[in-house]
């Protein structure tokens, strides 16, 4: 009884991973990130909350290791769907608000716009 209700809450915890989530989306400038990749505002990447980062299963010491970093995320607002690849954490949370390249960014929103509201995103599996 005891090993099924530990189960039972380990698949809860894992699934919350890839759940979606609503949050602010913002214009991000990357560089070497913290998956220990270098990447430019040309290619379609994206960056989620140190918080969100770090509670990712399989996430060590090492952000380089972060399963993570072998995931795509995908954010969906008012009828646009974007694919990215995540690459990097911001930290100070919101937990929930993720940024992406430019070039991804404009998908959504002309750059002066700053930011987009209340976007909803999820963790490819
Ligand atoms: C997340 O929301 C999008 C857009 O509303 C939807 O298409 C997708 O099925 C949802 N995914 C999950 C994992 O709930
Ligand atoms: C991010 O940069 C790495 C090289 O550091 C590269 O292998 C990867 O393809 C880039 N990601 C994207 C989505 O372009
Ligand atoms: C991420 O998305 C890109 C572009 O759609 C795709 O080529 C790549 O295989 C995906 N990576 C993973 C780990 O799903
Ligand atoms: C949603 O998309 C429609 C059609 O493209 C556009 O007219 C409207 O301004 C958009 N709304 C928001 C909040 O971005
Ligand atoms: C946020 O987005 C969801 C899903 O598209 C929508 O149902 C909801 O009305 C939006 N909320 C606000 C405050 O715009």
């Not at 699934?15 to 949050?23: E, K, P, R, S």
């Not at 430019?40 to 399989?58: E, I, L, N, Y």
């Not at 608000?97 to 909803?120: D, E, M, Y």
């Amino acid at each position: 009884m005891l090993a099924f209700v530990t189960l039972s809450a380990l698949i809860v915890v894992v699934n919350a991973q890839f759940q979606n989530n609503t949050g602010t989306l913002f214009n991000f400038v990357p560089g070497l990130g913290a998956c220990g990749f270098t990447n430019t505002s040309s290619q379609t990447v994206a960056t989620v909350s140190g918080q969100f980062f770090d509670a990712f299963p399989g996430a060590t010491a090492n952000p380089n290791n972060n399963p993570i970093c072998h995931h795509n995320l995908t954010i969906t607002h008012n009828g646009t769907s974007l694919t990215a690849a995540i690459v990097d954490l911001f930290p100070g949370g919101p937990e929930f608000n993720v940024g992406l390249s430019t070039s991804a960014f404009q998908k959504f929103a002309p750059l002066s716009q700053g930011i987009v509201n209340n976007v909803t995103w999820h963790v490819n599996q």
